[in-house]
């Protein structure tokens, strides 16, 4: 399995574009998990979906933010309009529910987004 | 509310040592899983190990063990034989409802293998 892909990997951009990352979870997975990771925060959960649902959102930071999951396969985070404290690696994760003793999540290779 | 706290900013071990990295948690819930990841340089998260909290033996992968002593809400990896790739970010997690819950994540540990 090619793991959890990510694009783009590097984005940089001007304060108040839109900006689109995209997700791509292992095959057969049906928890896709996005986080935020900031020197100063840490690694956040933002959101994640189950099967597709969004069941919760509470770590969305505010309205300029949101996520979709269209089908089993992809997600998208989008943040509209963008500032520079959004800078951050925003991480993507999947994770199955095939084992009865534990199921890790499974990380993607993260896009470094830069807001300038 | 759960919490997972690393109090360790950054380590130091000499190569072929054994390391420990120390990792405590706060949770009101009977069943959680505990969980440890390693973030090297290049950015990506990769899982080292679980522990269960009915689980009765302290579990390990290869060099790596975990230290749970659930009485004292503790979780801690140990690192046998390190190597200069074990140098990287270590995270500690936890997960609320069993092991299928979300991921709560401490601040991490950098450890630096020094040869």
């Known amino acids: 399995d090619a793991g959890v892909i990510q694009s783009p990997r590097h984005e940089v951009t001007e304060m108040g574009q839109e900006v689109t990352l995209r997700c791509k979870p292992i095959s057969g997975h049906d928890y896709l998990f996005w986080y935020r990771q900031t020197m100063m925060r840490g690694l956040e959960l933002l959101i994640y979906f189950n099967n597709n649902v969004p069941i919760d959102d509470s770590g969305m930071p505010e309205d300029r933010f949101s996520a979709k999951m269209p089908n089993a396969s992809f997600s998208t985070l989008k943040i509209q309009p963008s500032e520079p404290r959004d800078s951050a690696v925003y991480f993507c994760?999947?994770?199955?529910?095939?084992?009865?003793?534990?199921?890790?999540?499974?990380f993607g290779p993260g896009t470094r987004l830069t807001v300038l | 509310a759960q919490k997972i706290t690393q109090t360790q900013p950054g380590m130091f071990v000499q190569e072929k040592e054994a390391v420990t990295l120390d990792c405590t948690y706060d949770t009101s819930d009977p069943s959680y899983g505990l969980f440890w990841y390693k973030q090297p340089s290049s950015g990506e998260m990769i899982f080292l190990i679980y522990?269960?909290?009915?689980?009765?033996q302290n579990a390990t992968e290869g060099r790596y063990s975990l230290n749970f002593q659930k009485a004292r809400k503790s979780a801690n990896l140990v690192i046998s034989a390190s190597q200069l790739g074990d140098s990287a970010m270590y995270f500690c997690a936890m997960s609320s409802g069993g092991s299928q819950g979300n991921l709560i994540f401490g601040k991490g540990t950098k450890l630096s293998v020094k040869p």
């Open positions: 522990q269960g909290s009915y689980d009765q």
């Open positions: 994760a999947s994770r199955g529910t095939e084992k009865s003793s534990y199921n890790e999540q499974f």
